[in-house]
């Protein structure tokens, strides 16, 4: 169970019950620093961790909460995980989806997004960023929840969803930007889960929560691309003025912002 940092810098980490796991240090910054490690953990499903595993995260990392961005069904579909046996991490739950799940986001995103001749918006975004952008418009309570969770917590925070790539990715995102990442590495760090996506795909393909939902889309529309991140970035710039606005307007206090910048920096 060791670190496996590749060529790109992405510093994975390699476990038993886990495909789509790393760490978010170590990304460079604007104003020529990195993030700091073992503050901010990304992932997929939690579900089939081992004990190794286990040891790894708690007992070598740190880890003192996780932020769980899937809805209440998922969670009560899957059963508790096992982290759950240790009593000194912190779970909190924060669906970035509405009762309905995807289709209903979609659905709402799309009634709201399309071009309007008097307020200069672009025409609706790719279906990916449609997604995104309805987390934004429907659950900014759970970005804030999620941000304010990591934000608070006094040693590592893992964020995960069902594939750690949308939900995840988003949220993610956020507090790199608050952290003051470079845009290009933000939308980097969103696209390294391409390189796990087979077998992301091949392990949610053995749960029956996820089955169906999985092979609705290829491989290839699975797959995250930088240009994704940076053009729902670009979105947040146009309709909310940018992340801190954005999360400003929505509860998420400056102070906030600068202790999680501090976090993910110091």
């Known amino acids: 169970m060791t670190h496996l940092v590749n060529p790109d810098g992405i510093r994975w980490l390699e476990l038993d019950g886990a495909v789509n796991i790393r760490d978010v240090g170590g990304i460079p910054t604007t104003d020529g620093s990195t993030t700091a490690r073992n503050r901010l953990l ?40 096992p982290l759950r046996v240790y009593s000194r991490v912190h779970h909190v739950h924060h669906s ?45 309570d759970s970005i804030v929840g999620a941000l304010r969770a990591i934000t608070d917590t006094p040693g590592a925070a893992l964020v995960h969803c069902a594939a750690g790539k949308d939900r995840t990715g988003v949220v993610t995102a956020f507090a790199l ?19 796990r996506i087979e077998a992301i795909i091949s392990r949610l393909r ?27 970035l670009t979105e947040i710039d146009a ?21 999680l910048h501090a976090k993910l920096r110091d």
Do not use: C, W
Request: hydrophobic share 35%.
């Open 42 to 81: 990304r992932a997929d499903n939690l579900q089939d961790l081992s004990s190794a595993d286990l040891g790894l995260l708690v007992d070598t990392i740190g880890l003192d909460t996780v932020v769980d961005l899937r809805t209440a069904h998922e969670i009560d579909a899957e059963g508790p995980g």
């Open 96 to 140: 970035l989806l509405p009762d309905g799940g995807d289709d209903v986001l979609l659905a709402r995103n799309r009634a709201e997004s399309g071009a309007d001749p008097g307020s200069g918006n672009p025409a609706e975004p790719d279906r990916v960023v449609a997604h995104y952008l309805g987390y934004v418009s429907h659950r900014p």
């Open 177 to 195: 930007e608050i952290a003051g990442v470079d845009r290009d590495a933000i939308a980097a760090d969103y696209a390294a889960t391409a390189h």
């Open 206 to 232: 053995g749960s029956e929560t996820y089955r169906e939902d999985i092979d609705r889309k290829t491989v290839d529309e699975h797959r995250p691309r930088a240009e994704s991140m940076e053009r729902f």
């Open 239 to 259: 309709r909310h003025g940018g992340v801190h606005r954005y999360l400003h307007g929505h509860g998420f206090t400056p102070a906030e912002a600068d202790r």
